[in-house]
């Protein structure tokens, strides 16, 4: 470590500084010097001020010379102290924690940038240990053209669950291993098109899959509903199905509960028919929570079906709807399903300026007809407590009602969400009432001010909020939220995308 030898000390006297450095000394003298000055005088002052001044240039000189030194020892100090402090770090972190940062490092790996177990393994001694005794890590079977890299995952992962990602590109191979090893599949993902169908329905044909809890597909645009080698397999287990440009003919499965269809089609020329849809989840009485993801679709009316799918079992529901959806296509299809008992709403639009005003979508989305005799809407999901609206459209402001049906006879809500920029809040109005709301999210709502938090109080007194999260909504004064609302706890937060925060 270099050693600073030089010092600085500045002492103030009445009428001027010493700076000594070293041992060295000069003076600042006033201006002004008392009785007249000679010729002689007025030399050595000048003299003096330039030794002084050359004083001063050496000192910042050996400053900043000072300054590169610190630096550079502060560089080379943090570059020593950084592994020791990662290993004391790491050694203070017991196993079981850290075998759970492993699980979470491998998991993201598998969703982005392909992160394996062999990479932890190589880090340490201890971290090598830690890996090599975790099977789950090494259940994610690589299929590629390396056969002893099948082989090491495949014996390291001992008993557990494997997981099986199944593309055509070098997985031909490993077909007759796979099937040997399905009763240990927990999730199956693979494409399904008719250039390599036949051969998987040569090995995976009639499968036990006793174990499988996830089943994936990807299908070819425009087949609707396929029959296909998994149609016969016996999956007691499978809790989670996700498709994507198709719907799969699947046996009845008591235990299946979520599903996820995905039909972004935008890049398609003309649209896709979604007529068997109902039908499609008629066959799932199991369901409690559908995602749908729909662009560029189409639900022909006359072919929905003729009488109403109840969804008993449904508790969350999540709609995504993108470009060239029209609304009548969406009336159709939620006009063919009764949710007695959803719980949870999430919707997402993402429409042309061009459509459908935001009101027709939110009477399509939350209204389903109007009782004449009780003079109220009989709504689509009567036990509804958690909305998350998002509304992405540029447009001219929309008339003050926009939103308000949203909130139609919602007593009960618990949670609301709204992502909805350009977009007028809704008016006070003395027959809107949150008896029980508890948290509430707003994303990007800058036309929102404080009419809202009037529409919020309401005629008999706030709700019961506990927790509101604001971001983007420049108008809403947090002087007025507290007045309002003083037993919740108030968030601010930089924008974010409505995925990123967590409504309840």
């Known amino acids: 470590m270099p050693v600073i030898t030089n010092t600085l000390i500045l002492r103030s006297f009445s009428g001027h500084t010493v700076l000594t450095e070293g041992g060295r000394s000069g003076c600042s003298f006033n201006s002004t010097q008392a009785g007249e000055s000679t010729v002689g005088d007025l030399h050595e002052n000048l003299m003096t001020r330039k030794a002084t001044l050359r004083h001063v240039k050496d000192l910042r000189t050996t400053l900043n010379d000072l300054l590169v030194m610190s630096e550079k020892t502060i560089n080379d100090l943090q570059a020593d102290l950084q592994p020791l402090v990662l290993e004391h770090g790491m050694k203070s972190i017991p196993d079981d924690v850290l075998s759970l940062i492993f699980h979470h490092y491998v998991n993201l790996g598998r969703s982005t940038s392909g992160v394996n177990p062999v990479i932890i393994s190589h880090v340490c001694r201890r971290f090598r240990s830690l890996a090599l005794g975790l099977p789950e890590l090494w259940a994610t079977l690589p299929l590629g053209p390396d056969l002893d890299k099948f082989q090491v995952y495949l014996s390291r992962s001992r008993q557990s669950g494997l997981t099986v990602n199944l593309r055509q590109k070098h997985c031909e191979s490993h077909l007759q291993a796979l099937a040997a090893l399905s009763q240990r599949w927990t999730k199956f993902s693979t494409d399904v098109n008719k250039r390599w169908e036949r051969e998987l329905e040569e090995t995976f044909g009639s499968l036990q899959l006793h174990c499988l809890e996830s089943l994936v597909l990807s299908f070819e645009i425009g087949e609707i509903a396929t029959k296909s080698f998994y149609s016969e397999w016996s999956m007691p287990r499978l809790r989670h199905l996700c498709a994507y440009f198709g719907l799969p003919v699947l046996p009845a499965i008591p235990s299946l509960t979520s599903c996820t269809l995905f039909f972004d089609c ?239």
């Open 266 to 504: 935008s890049f398609l020329t003309h649209k896709l028919n979604l007529v068997c849809l109902p039908k499609f989840l008629q066959s799932i009485p199991s369901l409690e929570r559908l995602s749908l993801v729909l662009a560029n679709v189409h639900l022909s009316s006359f072919d929905i079906h003729p009488e109403r799918v109840v969804l008993y079992n449904l508790q969350s529901v999540y709609l995504s709807i993108f470009d060239e959806v029209e609304i009548a296509d969406i009336q159709s299809l939620l006009d063919s399903l009764t949710f007695p008992n959803v719980t949870k709403f999430e919707v997402e639009l993402q429409v042309q300026p061009n459509g459908s005003c935001l009101s027709e979508w939110v009477d399509c989305l939350f209204q389903h007809t109007f009782d004449i005799v009780q003079r109220r809407p009989n709504l689509r999901f009567p036990k509804l407590k958690d909305v998350s609206f998002s509304f992405r459209r540029k447009e001219e402001e929309a008339e003050m009602s926009t939103l308000h049906r949203l909130f139609d006879e919602r007593l009960h809500l618990q949670h609301i969400a709204i992502d909805a920029p350009n977009v007028v809040s809704p008016a006070y109005n003395e027959d809107d009432m949150f008896c029980d709301l508890k948290t509430l999210t707003l994303m990007r709502c800058d036309k929102f001010d404080e009419e809202f938090i009037d529409f919020l109080h309401g005629p008999d007194g706030p709700p019961p909020l506990e927790r509101i999260s604001i971001a983007g909504c420049p108008q809403l004064k947090e002087a007025d939220l507290r007045r309002t609302f003083p037993n919740a706890s108030i968030h601010w937060s930089a924008d974010a995308p409505m995925a990123d925060i967590d409504f309840c």
